[in-house]
């Protein structure tokens, strides 16, 4: 068992599509003219003209095939819930998503972290992957916490939720902190893609956490931050060095 598992935002999206179903908003037969949503503090009044009509809506039902979703600065976007060949010729034939599905990117190429304490924070942090951590692993101080924090669907991280939760951190106490980006998978509008990725990069997250532990850290110190689609990577990354080591992470939020 973990010591603290905390779940909020990782149901996010399933509660906007419960309340999708719900008949909060539109549905085949309801009213869809005056569509309100309320993402906490941001409520969009009638967003897009005749988007959240499924009759004249190029994107099908809302909740269903499409939904309108904060990407990590809490700018609002519309994000397709399915595969691309599901949607109408105007969807499909949209250049940038074929170029995003023909691509199938080398996780430990394209998922980065960064590295922040007190001393390196103004300047950015480090930056580093598995196969030059070995920098980092000089930086961070094992007499100290971990705090390793992961977005989710439509950020990256260098948006506001990653930041202000790192700098929260690091205002309160030195400590280490790290920040997975895995933005070339999560940071597009099709959900299918990080969706499907997301034991993929867990995989390759608790490689790092693997060699941080060989390097001297308490896994007792070690707390999981996760947003969205980062909580599920936090989970399946806790699970896998559960099966394939002895490393028992001390905390996971999400
Ligand atoms: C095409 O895709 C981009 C992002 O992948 C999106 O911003 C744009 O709205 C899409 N266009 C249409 C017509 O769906
Ligand atoms: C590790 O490699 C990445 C990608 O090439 C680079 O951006 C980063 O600066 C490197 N980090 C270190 C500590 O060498
Ligand atoms: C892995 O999980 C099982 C089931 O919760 C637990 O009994 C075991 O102690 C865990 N192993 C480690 C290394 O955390």
């Given at each position: 068992?973990?010591?603290?598992?905390?779940?909020?935002?990782?149901?996010?999206?399933?509660?906007?599509?419960?309340?999708?179903?719900?008949?909060?908003?539109?549905?085949?037969?309801?009213?869809?003219?005056?569509?309100?949503?309320?993402?906490?503090?941001?409520?969009?009044?009638?967003?897009?003209?005749?988007?959240?009509?499924?009759?004249?809506?190029?994107?099908?039902e809302?909740?269903?095939?499409?939904?309108?979703?904060?990407d990590?600065?809490?700018?609002?976007?519309?994000?397709?819930?399915?595969?691309?060949?599901?949607?109408?010729?105007?969807?499909?034939?949209?250049?940038?998503?074929?170029?995003?599905?023909?691509?199938?990117?080398?996780?430990?190429?394209?998922?980065?972290?960064?590295?922040y304490?007190?001393?390196?924070?103004?300047?950015?942090?480090?930056?580093?992957?598995?196969?030059?951590?070995?920098e980092?692993?000089?930086?961070?101080?094992?007499?100290?916490?971990?705090?390793?924090?992961?977005?989710?669907?439509?950020?990256n991280?260098?948006?506001?939720?990653?930041?202000?939760?790192?700098?929260?951190?690091?205002?309160?106490?030195?400590?280490?902190?790290?920040?997975?980006?895995?933005?070339?998978?999560?940071?597009?509008?099709?959900?299918?893609?990080?969706?499907?990725?997301?034991?993929?990069?867990?995989?390759?997250?608790?490689?790092?956490?693997?060699?941080?532990?060989?390097?001297?850290?308490?896994?007792?110190?070690?707390?999981?931050?996760?947003?969205?689609?980062?909580?599920?990577?936090?989970?399946?990354?806790?699970?896998?060095?559960?099966?394939?080591t002895?490393?028992?992470?001390?905390?996971?939020?999400?």
């Amino acid at each position: 068992m973990f010591k603290s598992v905390t779940i909020c935002s990782s149901v996010c999206l399933l509660l906007l599509l419960i309340n999708a179903s719900s008949g909060k908003y539109p549905t085949k037969n309801g009213p869809r003219n005056n569509l309100l949503l309320d993402f906490g503090k941001i409520t969009i009044k009638n967003p897009m003209k005749n988007y959240d009509d499924p009759n004249t809506s190029p994107y099908g039902e809302y909740g269903i095939d499409w939904v309108y979703f904060p990407d990590g600065n809490g700018n609002i976007k519309i994000g397709f819930l399915r595969h691309p060949k599901y949607y109408n010729k105007n969807v499909a034939s949209n250049s940038s998503t074929r170029t995003i599905f023909s691509k199938s990117p080398n996780t430990e190429e394209v998922v980065k972290f960064m590295f922040y304490n007190r001393k390196n924070n103004d300047k950015g942090g480090t930056t580093f992957l598995l196969s030059n951590m070995t920098e980092v692993l000089g930086e961070i101080d094992n007499s100290k916490p971990l705090k390793l924090i992961t977005h989710g669907w439509l950020s990256n991280g260098h948006t506001k939720t990653c930041q202000l939760i790192k700098n929260s951190y690091l205002k309160k106490d030195d400590m280490n902190v790290i920040v997975m980006d895995w933005s070339e998978i999560s940071d597009t509008v099709w959900y299918y893609k990080p969706l499907s990725k997301t034991k993929d990069v867990a995989s390759y997250y608790s490689k790092i956490v693997e060699k941080i532990v060989a390097n001297g850290m308490d896994p007792k110190h070690i707390h999981l931050i996760g947003h969205s689609l980062g909580a599920h990577v936090s989970g399946f990354a806790a699970v896998t060095l559960n099966r394939t080591t002895d490393i028992r992470i001390g905390r996971i939020t999400v």
